[in-house]
C-alpha cells in the first residue's frame, strides 16, 4: 500500500507545483498589447508605405504622433 501511495503523493505534489508557477507567471507578463504597432502608416521622409511597426525600416524615422 505504501509502496503504491508515496509515488502518488509525489507527482501530485509536482503537478500542483507546475500549476502554481504557470499561473504565477502569467499574472507577472506584461500587457504588451499596443495597437500603434499594427496600424499602417505612410512614412513623412520616403513616403513608403508601413504596414507594421512604429520605425520605417528604410530611413528608421519613427512615426508621427
Do not use: A, H, R
Request: proline share 8%; hydrophobic share 35%.
Amino acid at each position: 500500500m505504501s509502496q503504491f501511495l508515496i509515488p502518488v503523493i509525489f507527482f501530485t505534489g509536482i503537478t500542483i507545483f507546475i500549476i502554481f508557477v504557470l499561473l504565477n507567471q502569467s499574472k507577472n507578463t506584461p500587457d504588451t498589447n499596443n495597437d500603434d504597432d499594427l496600424e499602417e502608416w505612410t512614412c513623412p521622409d520616403c513616403n513608403f508605405s508601413v504596414q507594421l511597426g512604429i520605425e520605417c525600416p528604410f530611413c528608421y524615422t519613427k512615426k508621427p504622433t
